[in-house]
């Protein structure tokens, strides 16, 4: 009965989402939209509630449930698993995407009517598309009938983990998050709204989204490392570049609206933005669902999906261009800016960005274009040719970074900041310098440029030189600016962390038995003994490992893991946490009696990645919460 | 000249300059890091260098999994039911590697049906099969 009560309020939702979408556009007065948006939210909630309801009582008649859950699943996972797949995960992204919109509208004080509506009218309907394509081609609460099975086949064990229960979600936030910066774009030319008006509305929302956006994708790299058993923590896998080049355009955007917002100027450009990074979210989607590129993210491989997908991405991004191409601004008001000025740092700012995340959505979809126009021939596009595009971009970019806090609107006065800033940079990079001969006892010129950039950064985003009258001016201008400083010394810390751990990682292989020792980086390593554990759902042996060195001594255990029913294997890496260096052992294959082979690595500044990621989320989300605030 | 005109002129530069630097970037990586797929039956009918890094792929013959007793060496052979394809390793393999299960191998074809593989190319989930192996199958059947 449960599950038909879900499907229910599905069809009301998608019922009263039409209904609402097109009564914003027809009727020209003012709407109870705050209403409809929380009843809306009632109802999906409802429906929601309802599938997770199904996951806990175990009810394999609902054919999802059968697919992705099993009596032995611990509870944490069942609940957890109502997102682990496809139909389940659409229901939390329209959720999110009706929560930003019921957010949006709470905060909102636009006088002019129409531009709200608007906004509203936008969400509801792609809020209807979406419910479209779930009720018709993903329904979730659809059932086995009339004879369900006994036990379901359980949720594929990579995903029995906490960052996986907590990384769909929150990226999930971040991709519709940029629902409300395409619908504010789209109404804000068909309402007319002022450019300053739309662009302060706007700017908030594309903060917060990127937020989650940085977060999901950080906890995303965060699961890869230590679940998958490889040490990797980004792959240039298609479903990875899937967000991120949604985050670069988002990130585009929150720069662009600075300039709409603050000089009436890129107004063209800002609107067109915003529907592209909306596209982006959506193209990812599309890929990610539709199986159509080789990923390890096997999600469904449906190409009717996929074709109503491509429908959505269609109706909606041509639908905005169309709309762009007849109601763009031709109100450019000329406002001079020179060669020094932000506005033209921040010109170049989205060009890189942008032109980055054209690269990279080439390089992913080359195999495509490569099949279609070789009659078939199949082809990868690995990661060295993301590494070699991203590298220069990020140079450049990081050389704008630096100074982007010292330039002014208009020109800037005295460039006397630069030398100093040098200065600094290089103390920085020599301090860096003799803190990694510390550590490793070498120093690897790969490491070089990722070490002055993120000094230069660091150096930049402190503005420690800048001419302050006391103390208590700097920490007030500290106060003021706290958001952007933030993520940006988040930036420098990513960019030491990537530069550290792609130079200085060290791996090796070799099989070991009990009571063996072996020695990896001036440490010994002994194979304690291999111990069979009984988990929940699944049986492993564990490796317990035996570490010294002349600071400390410590124990690491690594797992290959059996889970049944369905029999996967995997592998759970022993990981030896640590500011500076990550020791990661993983464990291989059992070769005769209990001798099994490993892979020992050595990560140094591996949590520098994830430590900046969660700096620019810290710092783009006060940075939106500020804004909403003074709105 | 007209201070608006020529603000104009200097994006538009950058605008060149940066899609230019793009294009130039992606040829050129395109043109070094292309990895082409070929299945046993392409490479027998290939004269292809043994220092051209290409992915190969099929699934893995049942029984043909050789493991040294003392060393990380293995050995396996894939097939597209229409021929077969000795693939070299050393090193450990991703967790879902199994007989009659589909892989790609990324690596060297060292001479008339053996491969040299660097690397083993693993998937998060055991049902999944690389579409270039799917297609091959498909082709077969």
């Known amino acids: ?206 903060l917060l989204a990127c937020s989650f956006l940085t977060i999901g994708i950080g906890l995303g790299s965060w699961w890869a490392y230590y679940e998958l058993g490889w040490g990797g923590w980004w792959f240039w896998d298609p479903v990875e570049n899937a967000a991120f080049v949604p985050w670069l355009l988002a990130v585009a955007l929150v720069h662009s609206l600075l300039v709409t917002e603050n000089r009436n100027i890129f107004i063209n450009w800002s609107l067109l933005l915003s529907i592209f990074a909306f596209a982006a979210s959506l193209l990812g989607t599309f890929l990610v669902r539709s199986g159509i590129l080789t990923s390890v993210h096997a999600f469904a491989l449906d190409p009717e999906r996929g074709l109503f997908i491509l429908g959505i991405f269609s109706f909606f991004v041509l639908g905005g261009l169309v709309i762009f191409a007849f109601k763009n601004s031709t109100n450019n008001v000329a406002s001079f800016y020179s060669l020094n000025s932000k506005e033209f740092g921040l010109l170049l700012n989205n060009l890189l960005l942008v032109v980055l995340a054209v690269s990279i959505l080439f390089g992913t979809l080359y195999p495509l274009i490569y099949e279609a126009f070789t009659d078939g021939k199949q082809i990868s596009v690995g990661a060295p040719y993301f590494e070699f595009i991203i590298f220069p971009f990020a140079i450049l970019l990081g050389l704008l970074q630096g100074i982007a806090l010292y330039i002014s609107w208009g020109s800037t006065k005295s460039f006397s900041f630069i030398g100093k800033l040098i200065v600094e940079a290089i103390s920085i990079s020599l301090l860096t310098l003799v803190l990694l001969f510390i550590l490793f006892d070498e120093l690897i010129s790969a490491s070089f440029f990722a070490i002055f950039i993120f000094a230069w950064i660091l150096a930049g985003s402190l503005m420690i030189n800048f001419s302050f009258k006391s103390f208590a001016n700097y920490l007030d201008f500290v106060n003021r600016r706290i958001g952007v400083m933030l993520s940006h010394i988040g930036m420098a810390l990513l960019v030491l962390g990537i530069g550290v751990v792609s130079s200085y990682s060290s791996e090796k292989e070799l099989i070991i038995k009990p009571g063996e020792k072996v020695e990896f980086l001036n440490k010994d390593i002994e194979l304690l ?103 | 000249m007209n201070p608006i005109r020529k603000q104009r002129i200097y994006a538009l530069i950058a605008i060149l300059a940066g899609s230019i630097l793009a294009v130039g970037l992606v040829i050129s990586a395109l043109s070094k890091n292309l990895n082409l797929f070929y299945s046993p039956t392409d490479l027998l009918n290939n004269n292809l260098s043994s220092d051209t890094l290409i992915r190969a792929g099929g699934m893995v013959r049942e029984g043909s999994i050789k493991r040294s007793s003392d060393s990380l060496s293995i050995a396996f052979t894939v097939t597209d039911f229409k021929n077969d394809l000795l693939i070299n390793y050393s090193g450990i393999l991703p967790d879902l590697f199994s007989e009659k299960a589909g892989v790609v191998v990324q690596g060297y074809l060292e001479s008339e049906g053996t491969f040299r593989a660097v690397e083993v190319l693993a998937k998060h989930d055991e049902n999944y099969m690389p579409p270039e192996v799917a297609k091959l199958l498909e082709e077969d059947e």
């Not at chain 1, 939210?41 to 997770?52: D, E, T, V």
């Not at chain 1, 797992?559 to 022993?574: I, L, N």
């Not at chain 1, 994830?610 to 700096?615: E, S």
């Open chain 1, 529 to 631: 003994a291999i111990k069979d554990v009984q988990g929940p759902n699944f049986i492993s042996k564990t490796a317990e490992i035996k570490v010294s060195d002349d600071k400390r001594v410590f124990n690491i255990q690594s797992e290959k893991r059996t889970y049944f029913p369905s029999g996967q294997v995997t592998t759970e890496a022993g990981i030896d946490t640590g500011l500076f260096r990550d020791f990661y052992v993983s464990m291989g294959d059992n070769f005769k009696e209990d001798s099994w082979s490993f892979r020992l690595q050595s990560k140094p500044f591996i949590r520098w990645i994830w430590l900046g990621a969660l700096l620019i989320t810290l710092g783009t989300f006060i940075s939106s919460i500020n804004l909403i605030r003074k709105q």
């Open chain 1, 1 to 206: 009965m449960i599950p038909e009560i879900g499907h229910i309020l599905l069809v009301i939702a998608l019922v009263l989402s039409f209904v609402g979408g097109l009564g914003a556009f027809a009727l020209k007065r003012e709407l109870p939209v705050l209403k409809i948006s929380f009843i809306l939210n009632l109802l999906l909630i409802g429906s929601f509630f309802a599938l997770i309801y199904s996951f806990v009582i175990d009810d394999f008649s609902v054919a999802y449930v059968a697919q992705n859950s099993n009596t032995n699943l611990p509870i944490y996972y069942k609940f957890a698993a109502t997102w682990g797949a496809h139909e389940g995960s659409l229901i939390l992204w329209i959720l999110s995407m009706n929560i930003w919109l019921l957010t949006f509208i709470f905060f909102d004080n636009s006088k002019n009517t129409n531009f709200s509506n608007y906004v509203f009218g936008v969400c509801c309907l792609v809020i209807f598309s979406f419910l479209l394509f779930t009720i018709f081609t993903s329904n979730p609460f659809e059932r086995i009938l009339p004879i369900p099975p006994i036990n379901g086949a359980d949720l594929n064990p990579s995903l029995q983990d906490f960052a996986f229960t907590v990384h769909p979600p929150l990226l999930y936030f971040g991709y519709s998050g940029l629902l409300i910066p395409f619908a504010i774009s789209i109404s804000a030319m068909l309402s007319g709204q002022p450019n300053k008006d739309w662009a302060s509305s706007s700017r908030p929302w594309t």
